[in-house]
């Protein structure tokens, strides 16, 4: 779960400058499906992401399946009455227990499609590693469907030509419910591959009783009085922005010489004590039981643990937060497309997207949930960011080939050393 600095959708809003979407595409303005560590160029726009042309990989194909055949694909392929979905832990609506999920029930109910959910996604780049050797062999990988975020891999991915082309005669709700923002975003041009799942905002979380004062910017993340108790993301998409905003440039605006200067000051904090350690989802945990004061964070993750009891604090810098979208998308070598592909129209439905809304709360791509999910949500500044946050908030810096290479090299060595 992206941000500022990729070119957008046309018809979508531009936050950083303070253009606000429909209140209740903003509401879920929250949690962030871990993404990177990926070594390639990043891009990415509030809704959407600019598309990324990616390296090829030794036998791998490189030509992109974008001008797929569609009818060839979905030709003879009929419903098979099973599903197996792939996803990022805690990004499901939930019933009596964890295991229990109202709206997949709902599917089944309504299509006799059995449903086998997978919360196996922890961060887009070891995912990938994952399936990789299958769709590079043109084999089943166990998964009919899977959420990808905007931005490195998702743009590889579609770039070697590993996701079907979606029949979008068979999206009849998509069509018809689905926010402007998320319809022909610029990393999928057309929507060929990807439907929007959710979206959030990354920002800082603490517990304000440890910090013993209120956090509101980036440079409470270097306060050697939290030195030890500080969590920074170990990836190479998130923290090079979000570090790039801290010395006061946005990162669509960014030189090399800017990703030094970020880059050293990441070195700095690191050097001198301050971060624990370097993150993927799990840095909610470790705020939740005091390991950690202060973190980058996702807004969503802040807003469950606080429903859960905890005394935790969100925050948008002041120099600025970044905004994400995760994507749905069904791999070429699914076993079970005509299934995915039904179920990423009922979740554009409006009473469906809105218990999905209503239980994990993000930005929703359908607009017309609002008028399912309960009043209370709608008083949440984590669900319905003010305007002053939204104002702060920045896409991802967008890197030409030439440059990848070198801002690969400037920050990897930050997290993985």
């Not at 990324?52 to 030509?63: I, K, N, Q, T, Y």
């Not at 098979?80 to 805690?90: E, H, I, M, Q, R």
């Not at 961060?123 to 299958?134: L, Y």
């Not at 209503?358 to 949500?377: F, G, K, Q």
Request: net charge negative; with cysteine.
């Amino acid at each position: 779960m992206t941000s500022n600095g990729r070119p957008g959708n046309p018809t979508a809003p531009d936050v950083s400058q303070g253009t606000v979407p429909d209140p209740a595409l903003l509401r879920g303005l929250t949690r962030r499906r871990f993404d990177r560590r990926d070594l390639l160029r990043l891009t990415g726009a509030a809704g959407g992401a600019a598309f990324l042309a990616a390296c090829g990989v030794g036998g791998e194909a490189g030509d992109s399946a974008r001008a797929g055949d569609v009818a060839g694909y979905w030709s003879g392929r009929d419903k098979a009455g099973t599903l197996d979905f792939a996803n990022w832990p805690l990004y499901m609506d939930v019933g009596a227990t964890d295991t229990e999920h109202p709206s997949l029930d709902l599917f089944t109910r309504e299509t006799d499609i059995k449903v086998t959910y997978h919360e196996v996604i922890r961060d887009n780049e070891s995912f990938f590693a994952q399936i990789r050797p299958g769709l590079a062999g043109d084999r089943p990988i166990g998964y009919d469907l899977m959420v990808l975020t905007n931005g490195i891999t998702l743009s590889r991915v579609i770039q070697l030509g590993y996701l079907a082309p979606l029949d979008h005669a068979r999206l009849p709700a998509f069509a018809a419910n689905a926010d402007p923002s998320v319809k022909d975003p610029a990393y999928d041009p057309g929507n060929q591959f990807t439907v929007a799942w959710q979206s959030g905002i990354t920002g800082i979380a603490y517990d304000p009783e440890r910090t013993g004062r209120e956090i509101t910017g980036f440079a409470d993340l270097m306060d050697p009085a939290f030195a030890g108790r500080v969590g920074m993301f170990g990836e190479n998409q998130e923290l090079p922005n979000l570090a790039l905003l801290g010395i006061g440039v946005a990162p669509a605006d960014s030189t090399p010489r800017d990703w030094r200067r970020a880059a050293d000051r990441l070195i700095e904090q690191r050097d001198a004590g301050i971060v624990r350690r370097y993150y993927d989802q799990r840095y909610i945990d470790s705020l939740a039981r005091g390991e950690l004061w202060i973190s980058m964070a996702w807004s969503g993750d802040v807003h469950q643990r606080l429903a859960a009891g905890t005394r935790l604090k969100f925050v948008v810098p002041e120099e600025g937060g970044l905004i994400w979208t995760d994507s749905m998308c069904i791999p070429k070598t699914a076993k079970h497309p005509v299934d995915a592909l039904s179920y990423m129209d009922f979740v554009y439905r409006p009473d469906v997207a809105g218990m999905l809304a209503e239980h994990i709360n993000y930005l929703t791509p359908v607009p017309a949930a609002r008028d399912h999910v309960s009043a209370e949500l709608a008083e949440s500044t984590l669900l319905f960011p003010t305007r002053a946050e939204l104002d702060r908030v920045h896409r991802f810096r967008m890197l030409t080939t030439e440059e990848e290479a070198e801002w690969n090299r400037i920050f990897q060595p930050v997290y993985q050393s």
